[in-house]
């Protein structure tokens, strides 16, 4: 089993598609950038130069307003594998015709290229997101996802860098050279998608809706279904607004602000794609392999914080002009940017990385690959907006470059709460996400491997504190629902985050009858769901680190409802915080040992048939053994 995501590097069902994404990555920015170094290289007027910059992007990007919809049905019914066979032989064929151009020096068929070269790319999107799942536990998606965006991020620099300098190192062979590097790459990207493994389609039967208008519509109302999933579509399409306006002002900034020469520009970019690579590969290590959307609201408000920084780091123009990288940094100020830029990169790969990984697990399979088409559509749409927003800004209403870094840290506050606000669920996995990480060291043992990829089950564990519920969920790869005790449920503070993870509060039948049958019809209906449901059937916290009895409800429950059962256990708890070892103020302060080690142990699902309350807790006991 992987213990971490480079261990996905030495294995077949990801690294031949990771080497795969890369490749299109870097050969789609090498023959972008190339297309200048050509400009340049005919000496092409500032008029031709500047009718190019404004064209290419909307030729690009507009195969993503067409087809997408489309991409995402052909992504459904056919098996994956094949489908990025299909995607990177069109690239070997596109980049023919470009390389016809390069070398005839013909813009208009180049441009004709790059228009199918966003084809290719819209094609390939939804297959590059859904396959991740099919090929990934859930315990792998974060880090999956991160290694991905790292390797994206880093292509699309270094891509940025190679083809802008191919005209300079090639000089009057400039274009044979543009020429076979990105047929050479293309016909390496086809030659390592045949090592992809396959990937069984996810809806082979499905009719496809050639209509791009009515599909379009279609597959926005598919991504609107689940209210977290339609949120997430929505932070991720914000995080590409941002990105937008941030990239297309960095030239200017790096040359106008910070007096650099075109190195500086390039090196500014370096810094924010190397954090942003850096952000995503941390994801997995800060969520401990689950899917940890607490995380998204930390990437959210650093961004902010960094662009807030950035503004004030560099107000007015600079006194200086055409520094070098080493120039730059000599100058006043200039380590406090290379922070802001760092940490701008850093936090939105803290943000977008939870972000996929939620599309990917809260969404049908037979459903994920329309749902990225409609992704993709959705972020053509914020890409436009951010473009023309910045120009129209900086062209009319007269504002400089810090001051839409002001106005983006601001307005990424305000769409952040707002998303917050909608779907509680980000800022209530935070909470927990804090209070978990900074109060206990979490190890866990055969949870990944026992928990079901999806489906319903049962988990039952032992109850030891008033914590046991955030531990246990910051634990499981999935979310669960949670049955506690309804006096633990109300605890102050601690009850909005409950509620918000869709807890079920339960009173014993004395104490509230009504209360308990509304908690056992709340359990059967998440189970019918296909939810995981975690109950601790002891009923209420150990007064002696001992576990007590285990009550009928397992039964009743499973009389209802056969579904697995998985035992689960908590081991170093009750030397923690919020036990019943301590008084009432005792336990109000900090533990005896300061993120004290806390295991969480899961043993193989049981059959529903013969379960009783005795054999799981015999289960339960036999997994804690005497680290209570």
């Known amino acids: ?127 590059k997101y859904s396959i991740l799942p099919s090929v990934l536990r859930p315990d792998e998606l974060t880090g999956g996802n991160g290694l991905v965006e790292m390797g994206t991020s880093v292509c699309i620099l270094v891509g940025m860098i190679v083809g802008g300098m ?36 996810a809806a082979p039967d499905l009719k496809v809706n050639w209509n791009p208008i009515t599909e379009s519509v279609s597959v926005l109302k598919l991504a609107r279904k689940q209210l977290a999933v339609r949120n997430a579509v929505l932070g991720v399409s914000w995080f590409w607004f941002v990105g937008t306006v941030f990239a297309a002002t960095l030239p200017d900034y790096g040359t106008t602000y910070l007096g650099g020469s075109y190195h500086v520009y390039v090196f500014a970019l370096a810094l924010f794609s190397i954090g942003t690579g850096v952000g995503s590969m941390l994801c997995e290590r800060l969520s401990a392999r689950v899917v940890e959307i607490g995380l998204v609201p930390l990437g959210a408000f650093g961004m902010s914080a960094f662009l807030f920084d950035l503004y004030f780091a560099r107000t007015g123009i600079a006194l200086v002009s055409d520094l070098s990288v080493g120039g730059f940094l000599q100058q006043p100020g200039s380590w406090r940017i290379v922070m802001d830029l760092v940490g701008i990169g ?11 990984a939620l599309i990917q697990t809260r969404t049908p399979k037979s459903e994920l690959s329309r749902v990225i088409g409609a ?8 890409v436009v907006a951010a473009s023309v927003s910045a120009l129209l800004l900086q062209k009319y209403a007269g504002w400089s470059i810090p001051q839409l870094f002001l106005a983006l840290a601001i307005a990424n506050t305000l769409v952040a709460l707002w998303i917050f606000s909608i779907v509680p669920e980000f800022l209530m996995r935070f909470l927990s996400w804090i209070l978990v990480r900074s109060l206990y060291r979490l190890r866990l043992k055969q949870v990944h491997e026992n928990i079901p990829d999806e489906g319903a089950a049962l988990i039952v564990c ?4 008033y914590m046991d519920a955030l531990i246990l969920s910051a634990s499981i790869p999935r979310p669960a629902r949670f049955v506690m005790y309804y006096k633990i449920f109300n605890i102050p503070v601690m009850r909005w985050i409950f509620k918000t993870a869709k807890a079920i509060p339960i009173a014993g039948a004395r104490e509230n009858p009504a209360l308990m049958q509304d908690a056992f019809e709340a359990i059967d209906a998440a189970l019918a769901e296909g939810e ?65 080690h806390v295991q969480v142990v899961a043993d193989t699902p049981m059959p529903a048939e013969g379960i009783t309350s005795e054999i799981l807790e015999a289960k339960v006991r036999a997994l804690r053994g005497e680290n209570a």
């Open 346 to 356: 850093l936090f939105s790969g803290f943000y977008v990385v939870p972000l996929f």
């Open 375 to 382: 992704l993709n559509i959705q972020n053509s749409g914020f």
């Open 532 to 596: 995981l449901v975690a109950i601790f059937p002891e009923g209420a916290l150990t007064k002696n680190g001992e576990i007590t009895a285990f009550k009928g409800g397992v039964e009743r429950i499973l009389a209802r409802r056969a579904v697995p059962v998985i035992p689960m256990a908590l081991q170093g708890m009750w030397s923690s915080m919020w036990s019943h070892r301590d008084s009432r103020i005792g336990r109000m302060r900090l533990p005896r040992r300061f993120r004290a």
């Open 166 to 201: 191919v005209f300079d190192l090639a000089g009057i062979h400039g274009p044979w050279a543009a020429a076979g590097l990105v047929i050479a790459l293309a016909i390496t990207g086809n030659l390592v998608s045949r090592l992809i493994p396959k990937s069984d389609a």
């Open 462 to 465: 032992n109850h030891v504190s």
């Open 1 to 127: 089993m992987a213990h971490n995501q480079f261990a996905l590097l030495r294995q077949r069902r990801f690294l031949p598609f990771f080497v795969t994404q890369c490749l299109g990555a870097f050969n789609d920015n090498v023959f972008r950038q190339a297309i200048i170094g050509l400009l340049f290289w005919m000496n092409a007027s500032p008029e031709q130069r500047t009718l190019y910059a404004s064209l290419a992007p909307a030729i690009f990007i507009l195969p993503y307003f067409l087809f997408s919809a489309t991409a995402g049905q052909i992504a459904e019914k056919l098996e994956k594998s094949k489908l990025i066979r299909i995607t990177t032989s069109m690239e070997i064929f596109i980049m023919t015709l470009a390389g016809v151009a390069f070398v005839l020096k013909l813009l208009p068929l180049l441009l004709v290229a790059l228009f199918l070269t966003g084809v290719q790319s819209t094609l390939f999107g939804p297959v």
